[in-house]
């Protein structure tokens, strides 16, 4: 199936093409909504890779990396957010 | 070449601008909440087309099922992510983008 991973290369280089984000920034946020693209544009590309190479066990290889994506978005968020508090105190301080 | 087959073959052809778009959308949006549009609409409806197709190359319920699912653990994952993104931003004080 030639054409399956023929199919599975242009998504990979629209990702790769999407990630040139995570140089430009300009905020963490931006970076990691790269990183987001990553995780979707991977579960696509190993869902056409366990048909075109026979391996099924792909399948689940994609499952967890949809649960590492949510999960590094999450920990992402929690200590943005937790450096934001540390900066505002420190600016209440010298206040 | 079944015609399942095919009717796959075509879905997740049909995919791949999906993906282009959603990767065009994140380097040419203005902001942050723009482009957080390209990220969860276009890529997952990109991934949506592909497990649809996917399923047609299965040809087997169980593994079609557990394709189902994955698609939906991606959506539920993406949307939840999507908010605690925009909200972490807009706690950061990043202004919205106006067109000027």
Redesign the interface.
């Given at each position: 199936m030639s054409?399956?991973i023929g199919?599975a290369a242009?998504?990979l280089i629209?990702?790769l093409?999407?990630l040139?984000?995570i140089f430009?920034g300009p905020?963490g946020?931006?970076r990691?909504?790269?990183a987001?693209?990553l995780g979707?544009?991977g579960?696509?590309i190993l869902?056409?890779l366990?048909?075109a190479m026979q391996m099924?066990s792909l399948?689940n290889v994609?499952?967890v990396y949809?649960?590492l994506?949510?999960t590094a978005?999450?920990v992402f968020?929690r200590r943005?957010?937790r450096e934001?508090k540390e900066t505002e105190v420190i600016t209440d301080e010298s206040d | 070449m079944s015609p399942t087959e095919l009717v796959g073959?075509l879905l997740?052809?049909a995919?791949?601008p999906f993906?282009?778009g959603?990767?065009?959308g994140?380097?040419r949006f203005p902001d942050?909440y723009t482009?957080?549009h390209a990220?969860t609409k276009a890529?997952?409806l990109?991934?949506g087309l592909?497990?649809a197709g996917?399923m047609f190359?299965?040809g087997d319920w169980m593994?079609a099922i557990?394709?189902l699912?994955?698609w939906l653990?991606?959506l539920t994952?993406?949307t939840?992510?999507c908010f605690?993104?925009a909200?972490?931003?807009r706690?950061?004080n990043?202004e919205p983008w106006k067109a000027s």
């Open positions: 054409l399956l199919m242009l998504i629209s990702v093409v999407g040139v984000r430009r905020t946020a931006d990691m909504l790269a987001q693209l979707t544009g579960i696509a869902l056409i366990a048909f099924p399948l994609a499952m949809s649960l994506a949510a978005m999450v968020v943005h957010s934001n | 073959l997740i052809m995919a791949i993906f282009w959603g990767s065009l994140l380097l942050v482009r957080l990220l890529d997952n990109g991934l592909v497990t996917s190359l299965a593994v557990k394709l699912f994955i653990l991606v994952a993406s939840v992510s605690l993104i909200n972490a931003a706690k950061t990043i």
